[in-house]
């Protein structure tokens, strides 16, 4: 039974890059050349879709699950924002065909101007249950809170599955703060504080992987290379995580 878990988390601006061009081919580009590690099980991008509805998709779907051999878990127009989206409030999950899908929810969160959203999904693989959370909250500390605490309630306290929380978290004080903490989530979450952005010269742990136990973050790598630093403002994260014991 695999107890790994390689996954890929970046924030791809959707598709404008550092010099201000929207470009999705791209950023389709950097994926294949420097983001992408062969091994990986599970890629989340978030800003994947346009901000203003009907939130149409920036990448090309099959695309990505050619270079990745991944599988878009949102081909159900339920589990996008609608028809013309990729995810759900540019949120975008996919998973190794290993990974058999039990059910994908959409959390609206509060917000005041930018929508925003998280992604769950619950999963299994060779009998081992698991379930991912992939986000992208707010620049106020306050809606973060809020934010996290609607993800907690949805988390529930009587799944004991390893659960796998990521995406652009907008935490940028490496201990997470209140936003982050057991009290607003319901339980604890752990993982190395790495900073993303700004591109060029990253000092901000914008990006986060996190697990809850008894799972852990084994190896975290901040993403680099010259199409990287052009593609978006926020570099990637490969992450290996320990699902048990």
Not at 1 to 26: E, F, K, Q, Y
Not at 192 to 214: G, H, K, M, Q, Y
């Amino acid at each position: 039974m695999p107890d790994t878990l390689a996954c890929i988390s970046w924030n791809i601006h959707r598709g404008r890059g550092n010099d201000g061009r929207v470009d999705p081919d791209r950023t389709l580009d950097v994926l294949r050349n420097e983001v992408w590690h062969p091994g990986t099980d599970a890629l989340f991008l978030q800003e994947a879709d346009e901000e203003a509805p009907p939130h149409h998709g920036v990448l090309n779907t099959s695309e990505i699950e050619a270079i990745t051999g991944l599988r878009h878990v949102q081909d159900d127009p339920a589990s996008r924002s609608g028809p013309d989206s990729h995810g759900f409030l540019g949120v975008v999950v996919y998973l190794h065909p290993d990974i058999l899908v039990e059910s994908v929810r959409l959390i609206d969160l509060p917000r005041l101007v930018c929508p925003r959203g998280a992604v769950m999904v619950d999963a299994a693989r060779d009998g081992r249950r698991l379930r991912f959370v992939v986000t992208h909250l707010s620049l106020s500390q306050m809606l973060r809170i809020v934010q996290m605490r609607r993800i907690g309630q949805h988390l529930g306290g009587d799944d004991t599955r390893p659960v796998i929380l990521c995406g652009d978290l907008n935490e940028w004080r490496p201990w997470g703060g209140f936003a982050l903490s057991k009290p607003i989530l319901g339980q604890a979450f752990h993982g190395p504080a790495r900073a993303t952005f700004p591109i060029r010269r990253p000092w901000l742990p914008l990006d986060r992987v996190l697990t809850n136990r008894p799972g852990r973050v084994e190896d975290l790598r901040v993403l680099d290379g010259p199409g990287i630093r052009m593609a978006s403002d926020h570099r990637p994260l490969w992450v290996r995580v320990r699902l048990g014991p």
